[in-house]
C-alpha cells in the first residue's frame, strides 16, 4: 500500500502565495508521474500541473506562469509553489501518483486533499 499526505493549504488574500506539499509512504517500489489535480464546489476535478519521474511538466492553462510543480524523488515528495494566487484558484487540492508497489502491484492513488481558499 502506498500513502499520501498533502500539507500546506490554507487561507491567504488574492495575489499571495502558498507551496502544498505531497508525501507518499508505505511500501513503495517505484513512483511514476505525479500530479496535482482540484475541485471547486460544484465543479469537476480537474487536473492543476502534472510532472514525470524525470521531471518533465504540465500545466492547466489558467496557471500557466503561477505555478510551479517539481518533485524530491529521493524524498517521495512532489510540492507544488503557487504565486499571484486568484479567488478562482479557491477548491480542494489533491495529489495524485501513479505508483509500483513492493508486491510490483501498480495503482493510482489519491491524498486526502487540502483546502485552499483565496479571498478577494
Known amino acids: 500500500q502506498v500513502q499520501l499526505v498533502e500539507s500546506g493549504g490554507g487561507l491567504v488574500q488574492a495575489g499571495g502565495s502558498l507551496r502544498l506539499s505531497c508525501a507518499a509512504s508505505g511500501s513503495i517500489r517505484r513512483i511514476n508521474a505525479m500530479g496535482w489535480y482540484r475541485q471547486a464546489p460544484g465543479k469537476q476535478r480537474e487536473l492543476v500541473a502534472g510532472?514525470?519521474?524525470?521531471?518533465?511538466?504540465n500545466y492547466a492553462d489558467s496557471v500557466k506562469d503561477r505555478f510551479t510543480i517539481s518533485r524530491d524523488n529521493a524524498k517521495n515528495t512532489m510540492y507544488l509553489q503557487m504565486n499571484m494566487l486568484k479567488p478562482e484558484d479557491t477548491a480542494v487540492y489533491y495529489c495524485?501518483?501513479?505508483?509500483?508497489?513492493?508486491?510490483?502491484?501498480?495503482?493510482?492513488?489519491w491524498g486526502q486533499g487540502t483546502q485552499v481558499t483565496v479571498s478577494s
Open positions: 495524485n501518483a501513479d505508483a509500483v508497489s513492493t508486491s510490483s502491484s501498480r495503482f493510482t492513488y
Open positions: 510532472i514525470t519521474n524525470s521531471g518533465r511538466t
